[in-house]
């Protein structure tokens, strides 16, 4: 059997059906007349295995599954991974520093750009994005250790 | 504003800061004060909270700033306030929810993520008197006539709030208990607006609302009030009876109050109550809650603490009173 | 009516104050900046600026505040257009088409609608505002949980519509939508559902960090650099207006998303998010090519713009007329306006009417000032697809950031919004379109809250939904709505989906 994209698209959505269910553990389900708190998860949950398991038997009409285009990978793997950087780091180094730097590497480790052009580009949407933040609008924003 | 525009124009170098924190020794206050407004805009917090703010500039020296981190009921802005730096620079203001949560939580069985003992009070800003409202296709002209009918109907009459275990759900419990009438039905909103669109549109026929956010339509005949929960009768409602005098054992009021994080020092608690003091007595903030049709019910840190523990014990009682639902 | 006229022309006389018109456009500024910065949504925007109008009287202060949210209605879509980031949940739905728009050169002309569209929505909004509020705010009272559950019930049939893909990936795409909506606090009974301890998933997912997510930050995660071939976009000004047939597109649309999203905005609660999802689902319904929905479509950009500024006009009727708020925002105008020492309830009209009819008047004077002011803006947005790719993205990331962010100032929001885009990259490979999942995201916690809320209301019995007019009413259109498909189904006429289906292979083929 040649493995279709659907196959594994499908049946990621029973697993996940399975696992809302499994995880709905101790939510009291109620009846029909006073639903639960868990009872409409249940519903919905029960329909994305039965949609997931549609998906797969259906699967013949989608391609393959080894076909599935994966050339921007190296892109999106590297995009996510500044971004979690930039995220765990931004209540703690603040706006200005975070964002500057997530510019920075974002155009100098991704994009193989002048590390001086990235600085002063980076520099500039920061500073002109915190300027209509914070001193127009007068909405805080995260700052860093040094009150700015 | 000179040394904000330096900095950053030294960005691209700012690793080199080392010695930001230095600036720490100075007396309190040295920079920005942020109080965390634990509830959304629209809602009696943030509408205290940022005249207060306000009228504290000018006192502390300098610039207060609101930070609103709303969900869960209040337990997000609760929980990022527990866990700041105890250091005076960050508030929190809060209300009656602060309350309950360690209560509700031993009821489902969860941990706690934040209890009283993580805050000291600083100061309370308003304290608003929960009516007993019914809309006015509800027949009830007295609070017997609504009691009389609850008892002989029970779970009938059906009563809006603005969400469970919330400022309007746990009144009702109060009222249930000091009157011995059965159980009414419960529908819960998600917010005071909700709430008393809900008893407009008849879709619920009782709730507890605060003065201020009933007075209009009292006014206007659609809504009736039976009875207040306040210690004395409302001066903007002078026929509307307390349930004290009616003989009943309840009370309870809506009320907003400034906290600092448990371990503040005692110099900085000092000052900031003293500036709290001097900002409620501003005539920006005695204008809002005059607009808001609120009694002045400033109480300051001693008496906040005492009225506290007092309502707190109130609320762990409704809270327990009202057990698991569903 | 003479004396409605002659009260609005008395309101006009007001507004034309110059301290008047001059905080109305005060307030049109700083809708529009709070409007296009992601994040600042008119509901921060008019809190945070609430202690500027402590100098001012009541009817200047509401003038202003009111200016600040009906003017973020308009700017609400420039990031939507240009970067695919919906600022706020009612722009989730211009994204789609409205930057499909911009990569086909079309930014201007898109962005030119988006204005037009919200000026003519908002000034309709306005008349009726002006002509029939009180007896509409009555019946808008009468809208309550059963109401509610129908129309959230037609919702979901509109859900079938809102994608290309086929009907069993549509299902499925809603269905996570609808889970991830039951996230949080079950408002019913307090339980924490699938929170895994976090206080912040308390109140559920937000709207704007999973819609961030899935259509501004996983389109770029399947976007590198060198993938973008085409030269940057640099119109031409003549390029910047919608040519006739755009505008011939945009009319109908207009009207539908006009009439459509003032009903939605005067039913008190949150049934004005869905305003613009359902426009997007009607558009596509009665549209005779819907296969470029997705891909481009005016009407697409025209509809839901027009809807959710219909909706935000439509959201003062309860206000003005009964001194109920319908959502956030009419409940910190309102808590201005008591702040001020006007207390709004049902007797505003008569015992402040200078300030009622004041407001009124200004508001038509606003949309103007606010299509004065968004159209010469839209050349100015437009240079930023001047921007090249490589720095363009950047920037975009930057505000996806910022914008989830600054919505609640919870940092769990951002991590959503992340895994989010990882989410929209995967479903992008297995050819899953995520606008249903919003949707369901979007009508999850209404459904489940109006539909428990109902029975409680009934103690456990559904009969109430059929007693009701309105509610039967709605469900009489849903069923009429499932008959039809159900009958083309059965006469094995192809509907729309299977004709796009045949047209995508022949064109694959050839």
């Known amino acids: 059997m040649n493995l279709r994209a659907d196959h594994v698209a499908g049946a990621t959505f029973v697993i996940f059906g399975a696992a809302i269910i499994a995880l709905s553990g ?123 | 504003m000179d040394r904000r525009t330096f900095v950053i124009g030294t960005t691209a170098t700012a690793t080199a800061f080392a010695a930001g924190p230095a600036f720490a020794q100075d007396a309190f206050p040295s920079r920005a004060v942020t109080i965390i407004c634990a509830f959304p805009p629209g809602g009696a917090n943030d509408i205290v909270t940022r005249p207060i703010a306000a009228a504290l500039e000018p006192i502390l020296k300098q610039p207060v700033v609101v930070e609103t981190k709303a969900g869960a009921g209040g337990q997000v802005g609760a929980q990022v306030a527990a866990s700041a730096k105890p250091d005076g620079y960050t508030l929190l203001s809060h209300n009656n929810g602060i309350s309950g949560y360690a209560e509700v939580d031993k009821l489902f069985g969860r941990q706690p993520k934040t209890t009283r003992a993580d805050f000291i009070p600083l100061a309370r800003l308003i304290a608003d008197p929960v009516l007993l409202v019914v809309n006015d296709q509800q027949p009830y002209k007295t609070l017997k006539d609504f009691i009389d009918d609850a008892k002989k109907r029970p779970e009938a009459i059906v009563y809006s709030s603005g969400g469970l275990y919330g400022a309007t759900h746990l009144p009702v419990a109060i009222f249930e208990k000091a009157t011995g009438i059965p159980k009414l039905r419960h529908l819960p909103t998600n917010g005071g607006g909700p709430a008393i669109t809900a008893l407009l549109g008849n879709n619920a026929q009782m709730s507890t609302q ?78 809002v809650v005059s607009g808001l049709g609120q009694e002045f019910a400033y109480l300051n840190a001693k008496d906040f603490e005492a009225f506290w523990t007092a309502d707190a014990k109130r609320s762990d009682e409704a809270v327990q009173l009202i057990g698991k639902q569903g | 009516m003479e004396s409605t006229l002659l009260s609005l022309a008395h309101g006009f006389a007001v507004a034309f104050q110059p301290d008047n018109l001059w905080y109305a456009f005060l307030g049109c500024l700083v809708g529009t900046l709070v409007g296009v910065l992601p994040g600042i949504g008119p509901l921060s925007g008019i809190s945070i600026l609430l202690p500027v109008t402590f100098g001012l009287n009541a009817t200047q202060a509401v003038i202003m505040l009111a200016g600040i949210y009906y003017g973020s209605q308009y700017g609400g879509s420039t990031t939507s257009i240009l970067m695919r980031i919906p600022g706020e949940a009612s722009s989730v739905m211009t ?258 009417p200078d300030l009622f009819w004041g407001f009124v008047a200004s508001m038509y004077v606003g949309n103007l000032m606010l299509l004065a002011l968004n159209l010469p803006l839209v050349s100015v947005f437009v240079t930023v697809l001047r921007i090249p790719y490589a720095y363009l993205y950047p920037l975009i990331i930057m505000f996806c950031i910022v914008g989830v962010y600054e919505v609640s100032h919870s940092i769990v929001d951002v991590y959503i919004m992340l895994i989010m885009g990882v989410l929209g990259y995967g479903l992008r490979k297995f050819n899953f379109d995520p606008a249903p999942l919003v949707l369901g995201l979007v009508i999850a916690p209404l459904l489940e809250q109006s539909l428990r809320q109902s029975l409680i209301m009934s103690n456990g019995n559904y009969f109430i939904f059929f007693s009701r007019p309105i509610a039967l009413g709605l469900l009489i259109v849903c069923a009429v709505l499932l008959a039809l498909s159900a009958l083309a189904f059965a006469l094995k006429r192809k509907d729309w989906r299977a004709k796009l289906a045949e047209a995508e292979a022949g064109e694959a083929q050839g």
């Not at chain 1, 002109?128 to 700052?143: G, M, Q, S």
């Not at chain 2, 003091?277 to 204008?287: C, E, I, P, Q, R």
């Not at chain 3, 040519?243 to 649309?253: F, T, Y």
């Open chain 2, 210 to 287: 605060t003065v201020s956010a009933t007075l209009q339509h009292i006014k206007a005949g659609k809504l009736r009030a039976l009875a207040s929960f306040g210690g004395a009768r409302s001066k903007v409602l002078p026929d509307v009876p307390t349930l004290k005098e009616l003989g009943y054992d309840a009370e309870y009021y809506l009320w907003v109050g400034i906290f600092a994080p448990k371990g503040t020092p005692a110099s900085a608690l000092a000052t900031l109550s003293a500036a709290l003091d001097k900002a409620a007595a501003s005539d920006v903030f005695k204008n």
């Open chain 3, 95 to 352: 994204c789609i088409d409205g930057n499909a728009m911009a990569r086909k050169g079309r930014a201007g002309a898109a962005l030119c609608i988006a204005a037009v569209g919200s000026f003519v929505a908002g000034t309709f909004g306005v008349i009726m505002l002006t002509l029939v509020a009180p007896p509409l705010a009555t019946i808008a009272l009468r809208f309550g949980p059963p109401e509610y559950t129908a129309l959230l019930v037609l919702g979901l049939i509109f859900l079938a519509y809102m994608s290309s893909t086929s009907l069993v990936r549509t299902l499925l795409m809603a269905c996570i939508g609808l889970l991830l909506g039951m996230i949080g606090i079950d408002n019913m009974t307090g339980h924490f559902r699938y929170s895994f301890d976090l206080a912040e998933l308390g109140d559920g997912i937000g709207i704007v960090p999973v819609a961030v997510g899935l259509f501004g930050l996983g389109e770029i995660l399947s976007t590198p650099s060198h993938k973008v071939r085409g030269e940057v976009i640099s119109p031409k000004f003549r390029e910047l207006l919608p040519n006739r047939q755009e505008w011939g597109e945009s009319v109908m649309p207009i009207a539908r998303g006009s009439v459509l999203g003032f009903i939605i905005g005067i039913i008190p609660g949150s049934a004005h998010i869905i305003s613009s999802f359902l426009s997007y689902a009607l558009e596509k319904r009665v549209s005779k090519h819907p296969e470029e929905f997705g891909k481009g479509a005016v009407a697409g950009v025209a509809g839901p713009e027009s809807a959710n500024n219909a909706a935000s006009t439509g959201a003062f009727v309860p206000m003005l007329s009964l001194g109920i708020p319908t959502g956030p925002i009419t409940a910190v105008l309102i808590g201005a306006l008591m702040i001020h020492g006007v207390p709004a309830g049902p007797q505003l009209v008569t015992e402040h």
């Open chain 1, 26 to 148: 101790d939510l009291p389900v109620g009846r029909l007349s006073m639903p639960g708190s868990g009872f409409l998860p249940m519903i919905v949950a029960t329909l994305t295995i039965v949609f997931g398991a549609a998906l797969v038997l259906r699967a013949g009409e989608s391609g393959r599954f080894s076909e599935v285009d994966w050339t921007d990978g190296k892109h999106a793997a590297m995009v996510t991974i500044i971004t979690i950087a930039a995220i765990s780091l931004y209540t703690y180094l603040g706006y200005i520093i975070t964002m500057t730097l997530m510019v920075i590497a974002l155009l100098v480790l991704i994009e193989r750009r002048n590390p001086l052009r990235a600085a002063a580009y980076g520099a500039t949407l920061v500073l002109v994005t915190y300027a209509c933040f914070v001193l127009l609008l007068k909405t805080p924003l995260p700052a860093s250790p040094f009150s700015y």
